[in-house]
């Protein structure tokens, strides 16, 4: 049963973000190519929700994946559902970031 992948607001600004970055540092087409794979790559997450590393430790039922090893990937698991919680380009710290302790 393929599950439905839902950004969060939060998940959709990171990813303009990101656009912005890659655009001023490279050009807007690179900066397309590399957001739409990152879309492309969470949307696969609908045949095969279970990957990447659980990181219960930040906050219950995250997980985490990488996209060509620069951004990370973070998400959880419903019934049906995956959401994509947040993507952290370049080393960003995502585990304060998602930590429940805030």
């Known amino acids: ?15 303009v973000e990101v656009y912005g970055y890659i655009a001023a540092a490279a050009s807007p087409e690179i900066a397309a190519r590399f957001t739409d794979g990152i879309v ?3 949307e696969s997450l609908s045949t095969f929700p279970n990957r990447g ?4 430790d930040i906050c219950p039922g995250l997980r985490v994946t990488s996209y060509r090893k620069r ?10 559902r995956v ?11 995502f585990e304060s970031a998602l930590s429940d302790d805030e």
């Open 83 to 93: 959401n994509i919680i947040g993507v952290f380009y370049g080393g960003q710290d």
């Open 71 to 80: 951004v990370a990937i973070a998400f959880d698991v419903e019934e049906d």
């Open 1 to 15: 049963m393929p599950y439905t992948v839902v950004f969060t607001p939060e998940a959709e600004a990171q990813l």
């Open 40 to 42: 492309t790559y969470c």
């Open 53 to 56: 590393n659980r990181r219960e």
